[in-house]
């Protein structure tokens, strides 16, 4: 049995880490978990946006590090349990669907690599995030090290992986490492109606504008990507809603 619970709400599909009594550190079947949630969702012209959030008082702090004793033994099994983590993060990044992170408590090692390959992240103010790898000898192996100088730059990075120290939400959100900060309390409610926002919007057009940031294939890519939007069917309701004075109602996704 896995520790996590996937549901459909609205046009929401949600992806709930479900083990709070160990700060939903993550088991190795996890991940296969969240990939496969991940494509149903995907599959679902009904879905049009994705929530990672968690049950409990912490997000999530990385690999089970009881169950991970298990896999240095097996070197096979530890090519395989990378293997995983990478296509996970790697298949958010590149989902057509806007992919939201509820963030409360504890969002530590692979916690953080997990918060980072989503493209908006909320925060709660009483979060905390850090990178605590080098406390245990281990590096981040799920892009990591890759991701966190894009998101808060080369000096910033390296004080977090290498004293494993925590930041607040506060000083997350000024280095660039998360889209906001909300009040504990309003969290989820926060985090359901950036969801709800989202599913409003045109599909093609964020799926668009997600895939150039994350690409960065330049101005070129970007005038082409923007030309071959022009004739769909929601610029055309998106402009006649505009000279309307009304809310666009763009056609389903897919």
Not at 13 to 42: C, K
Request: aromatic content about 4%; charged content about 20%.
């Amino acid at each position: 049995m896995t520790g996590v619970e996937a549901r459909v709400q609205g046009a929401t599909g949600i992806i709930a880490l479900a083990r709070p009594a160990r700060h939903n550190a993550l088991l190795p079947e996890d991940r296969v978990a969240m990939l496969a949630a991940l494509r149903r969702f995907e599959a679902m012209a009904t879905v049009r946006t994705v929530l990672i959030r968690a049950e409990g008082p912490s997000f999530c702090t990385g690999i089970d590090l009881d169950a991970f004793q298990a896999l240095r033994q097996d070197s096979a099994a530890l090519a395989v349990f990378l293997a995983e983590g990478h296509a996970l993060l790697a298949a958010l990044e590149a989902s057509p669907l806007p992919v939201v992170a509820a963030v409360r408590g504890l969002c530590l090692a692979g916690g953080l690599e997990l918060a980072m390959a989503c493209d908006i992240v909320l925060a709660a103010e009483g979060a905390r995030f850090g990178d605590q790898h080098a406390r245990y000898g281990l590096v981040p192996a799920w892009g990591g090290t890759q991701r966190l100088p894009r998101a808060v730059g080369l000096p910033r990075a390296l004080d977090l992986m290498l004293t494993g120290r925590w930041i607040d939400a506060a000083e997350a959100a000024r280095w660039g490492l998360l889209s906001r900060v909300v009040p504990d309390a309003a969290l989820e409610a926060e985090a359901m109606a950036t969801c709800q926002a989202l599913a409003a919007g045109s599909a093609p057009a964020l799926a668009t504008m997600k895939r150039l940031a994350r690409q960065g294939s330049g101005p070129g890519a970007e005038t082409k990507a923007a030309l071959a939007l022009l004739p769909g069917p929601d610029v055309t309701e998106g402009l006649e809603a505009f000279s309307t004075r009304r809310r666009p109602r763009f056609a389903p996704r897919g």
